[in-house]
């Protein structure tokens, strides 16, 4: 029996078609058990505590996140927290916690804390903890020994024995907008730190972020719902506008003692990153500017609070820091840390006030895996050998020079460890191998399939895979001669016949579309329906460097825009592209690119596609905007050239705006000041909006709908399907 061709809705169903995709994989700290989150055939989108047990080389299901579901809608602090961390459509276990003791793991769900036993005397059973029942709590993290737990609630850090009674450890202040634990909105959305307090490593005390918010200005923000519509005042740092004031303490875990941390003389900075020492002796702090230009490197004495700056990391020139996690402070007092310094991201050395570069190169440290700090090894991974696909390297501490690869590169790779790399967790994937992980020793040889996930038998992309059509990769030049990616998938093509492209980008930095993993089914359902997809990216994207990134500072809406309307120039001079159907699709930032290539050359696309754009950049907030832009006060009219309003009535060609109602992250008023403008200027668009979707606009059904009312459009306006 023939397969049908892969339509959008079993794209967007139940079982995932790219397979079971683990989340969270961990080794618990004795090795025995390797434990992750693992989604459900029947709801791709709840996810379950399983483990293996590496003695008896047995799977099984730790914790049913079903049975522990309580039912409760989550607290609107919470899904705001889920929605930051782009997980806002996942449900069951998010996250856990293993007990230093590796006979227990501590589990949240829906807000509420569970042990659960794994070995010993008890083990099968699951207990709530008592001293965190009642209301939802957030954050919850366990002591690196085990005996405590931590967690957030009523805007206040409490601890507690494990077994034993609650108490916070922060005061109470009446101002609701002071919180005590949490990390504020911009930490969360524009500098990845989601945690506001750090465990020390004996247990005695805590670093707790506190921020109060009570200058940032407040946004009217309407979610709007199906039934009803939420009039929210939000606390919303808009570019240029004040953030929250945050400071820093060292308190006990009983609360008997509170020492503030001395962070500098203004107070106008952004708390990037926290750490304690391994001896516990130092607390370190990472102090970003307002203008994250520069980050200082504080240590600070636990005792007393004082601080000194240890180093700094200024940005070269008209560009700005990129914030990392690929850094560790090391037994010795050295610390591996990661720098674009020389143009690059690579990893230098610390110690005694001297650096030495450990990586070099034409190429990109993208993370730091482990230090085997006994062996002097370095486990990282980077894009050395191709910008497509990332791999895995050693490196010896004592010949720096030298890379040893551990991975397949045949397969992009990402990889985590063990606390000495002696155990690695890979995960990896290609063209038509979804991804796929394994445990390997520290020398890269697999040990053991975690998922394997091959597309065979049952699997749910097995009966599509004849069907699958290959990635082509190949390149194009910039204006000014830098090689940019691209990549295309093709239906089967009629000799003599031309085809309609659906061009997808992204756009904006950080962010890296062109790679050679497993690019999902929604892209194998366009070529489907007939449709060649084309992604390229532009200069400004991840992963290339910093003379590669910082042509978008100060000057968003620029050289982005110029390079894509490269592409579609070298699209049309295909002989299998029709000229007259290259559609655009882009979301967030993508979708403000959308906006952006369509007023600036009209007739280049014959449609575009925004979702959830930005429009106004002064509507967005202070970290990400003010990192590329400046401030919006500053003279030059950056702001207005960057933004999508001043050319809104050049656009010509058939447009779709497509927007979220109740949309915190880049909010309606974004896309209501463009509807404006063009109606205004008599200009024809069209617009589809979905009540109580946020950024992520998704579900089983929703997701369809969206994507069918994309190809309606497309049709209607000429991009139809299929060769001609």
């Known amino acids: 029996?023939?397969?049908?061709?892969?339509?959008?809705?079993?794209?967007?169903?139940?079982?995932?078609?790219?397979?079971?995709?683990?989340?969270?994989?961990?080794?618990?700290?004795?090795?025995?058990?390797?434990?992750?989150?693992?989604?459900?055939?029947?709801?791709?989108?709840?996810?379950?505590?399983?483990g293996f047990d590496r003695t008896s080389g047995a799977w099984r299901m730790l914790v049913d996140s079903a049975k522990l579901s309580s039912g409760e809608a989550l607290s609107q602090a919470a899904l705001m927290q889920r929605e930051r961390q782009r997980i806002g459509g996942i449900k069951g276990i998010v996250s856990y916690d293993w007990a230093a003791d590796s006979r227990s793991v501590l589990v949240p769900v829906d807000g509420h804390l569970f042990q659960a036993q794994i070995t010993g005397p008890a083990a099968g059973t699951i207990t709530p903890i008592a001293a965190a029942a009642g209301a939802e709590v957030l954050n919850p993290a366990l002591g690196p020994r085990g005996a405590h737990v931590a967690f957030v609630r009523d805007r206040r850090l409490w601890v507690a024995p494990l077994n034993g009674a609650a108490q916070a450890i922060t005061p109470f202040e009446a101002n609701a907008d002071v919180h005590w634990g949490e990390a504020e909105f911009i930490a969360q959305e524009e500098l990845h730190r989601f945690a506001g307090y750090w465990w020390a490593p004996d247990e005695t005390r805590l670093a707790v972020e506190r921020y109060d918010e009570s200058g940032v200005g407040l946004v009217t923000?309407?979610?709007?719902?199906?039934?009803?519509?939420?009039?929210?005042?939000?606390?919303?740092?808009?570019?240029?506008?004040?953030?929250?004031?945050?400071?820093?303490?060292?308190?006990?875990?009983?609360?008997?003692?509170?020492?503030?941390?001395?962070?500098?003389?203004?107070?106008?900075?952004?708390?990037?990153?926290?750490?304690?020492?391994?001896?516990?002796?130092?607390?370190?702090?990472?102090?970003?500017?307002?203008?994250q230009?520069?980050?200082?490197?504080?240590?600070?004495?636990?005792?007393?609070?004082?601080?000194?700056?240890?180093?700094?990391?200024?940005?070269?020139?008209?560009?700005?820091?990129?914030?990392?996690?690929?850094?560790?402070?090391?037994?010795?007092?050295?610390?591996?840390?990661?720098?674009?310094?020389?143009?690059?991201?690579?990893?230098?050395?610390?110690?005694?006030?001297?650096?030495?570069?450990?990586?070099?190169?034409?190429?990109?440290?993208?993370?730091?895996?482990?230090?085997?700090?006994?062996?002097?090894?370095?486990?990282?991974?980077?894009?050395?050998?191709?910008?497509?696909?990332?791999?895995?390297?050693?490196?010896?501490?004592?010949?720096?020079?030298?890379?040893?690869?551990?991975?397949?590169?045949?397969?992009?790779?990402?990889?985590?460890?063990?606390?000495?790399?002696?155990?690695?967790?890979?995960?990896?994937?290609?063209?038509?191998?979804?991804?796929?992980?394994?445990?390997?020793d520290a020398q890269g040889r697999q040990i053991a399939w975690i998922e394997q996930n091959a597309v065979a038998g049952d699997h749910p992309y097995a009966p599509y895979l004849a069907q699958h059509r290959p990635a082509r990769y190949g390149t194009i030049k910039a204006a000014d001669g830098t090689d940019l990616h691209w990549m295309m998938l093709t239906p089967p093509l009629e000799p003599g016949k031309r085809y309609p492209v659906f061009s997808y980008h992204y756009g904006g930095p950080g962010v890296q579309v062109v790679r050679r993993g497993w690019l999902g089914a929604l892209a194998q359902a366009v070529v489907a329906k007939g449709y060649v997809w084309f992604a390229l990216d532009n200069r400004g994207s991840a992963n290339r460097g910093v003379a590669f990134e910082r042509p978008l500072w100060h000057a968003m809406g620029s050289v982005e825009v110029a390079d894509q309307l490269a592409g579609a120039a070298w699209l049309k001079q295909q002989d299998f592209i029709d000229p007259a159907r290259l559609a655009t699709f882009g979301w967030s930032y993508g979708g403000y690119l959308t906006l952006k290539l369509l007023q600036a050359q009209p007739g280049a696309f014959a449609a575009g596609i925004a979702v959830a754009p930005v429009t106004r950049w002064d509507l967005y907030?202070?970290?990400?905007?003010?990192?590329?832009?400046?401030?919006?006060?500053?003279?030059?009219?950056?702001?207005?050239?960057?933004?999508?309003?001043?050319?809104?009535?050049?656009?010509?060609?058939?447009?779709?705006?497509?927007?979220?109602?109740?949309?915190?992250?880049?909010?309606?008023?974004?896309?209501?000041?463009?509807?404006?403008?063009?109606?205004?200027?008599a200009v024809p668009f069209e617009m589809m909006l979905y009540p109580g979707q946020t950024h992520g606009i998704g579900g089983p059904k929703i997701s369809v709908h969206l994507y069918d009312r994309v190809f309606d459009f497309l049709n209607r306006h000429g991009v139809a399907p299929g060769g001609r």
């Open 1 to 50: 029996m023939t397969t049908p061709p892969l339509s959008l809705t079993r794209v967007f169903a139940s079982p995932a078609l790219a397979g079971p995709i683990p989340r969270g994989v961990k080794l618990s700290p004795d090795g025995r058990f390797l434990t992750l989150l693992r989604n459900r055939t029947d709801d791709r989108d709840r996810y379950d505590l399983w």
């Open 221 to 291: 923000r309407a979610a709007i719902g199906a039934g009803a519509t939420h009039v929210t005042q939000q606390r919303y740092p808009a570019a240029g506008s004040a953030n929250a004031v945050v400071s820093l303490a060292i308190i006990a875990a009983d609360g008997s003692t509170r020492v503030p941390v001395d962070l500098g003389p203004d107070p106008d900075i952004y708390l990037a990153r926290v750490d304690w020492a391994r001896d516990g002796k130092t607390l370190y702090v990472q102090r970003l500017n307002r203008a």
């Open 621 to 681: 907030d202070t970290a990400y905007t003010e990192r590329y832009l400046g401030l919006p006060q500053a003279p030059g009219g950056v702001y207005d050239r960057a933004g999508a309003i001043a050319d809104a009535t050049k656009i010509a060609d058939p447009l779709l705006v497509i927007h979220g109602m109740a949309d915190d992250n880049v909010v309606l008023d974004n896309t209501t000041a463009i509807a404006a403008t063009l109606q205004a200027g």
């Open 293 to 440: 230009d520069r980050l200082d490197m504080l240590a600070v004495d636990p005792a007393t609070g004082a601080s000194t700056v240890l180093f700094s990391e200024q940005a070269v020139a008209q560009s700005w820091i990129n914030l990392s996690e690929a850094y560790r402070f090391l037994a010795d007092g050295s610390l591996i840390w990661w720098s674009e310094r020389d143009g690059h991201g690579h990893l230098y050395r610390f110690a005694q006030g001297q650096w030495q570069q450990l990586t070099s190169g034409a190429w990109d440290v993208s993370g730091l895996v482990a230090v085997d700090e006994a062996a002097g090894r370095v486990i990282l991974t980077g894009n050395r050998d191709d910008v497509l696909a990332g791999q895995i390297y050693a490196l010896d501490l004592a010949h720096p020079g030298v890379l040893t690869p551990l991975g397949d590169p045949a397969y992009d790779n990402a990889a985590s460890a063990d606390t000495n790399g002696h155990t690695l967790i890979v995960t990896r994937s290609a063209d038509r191998q979804p991804p796929q992980t394994y445990l390997a």
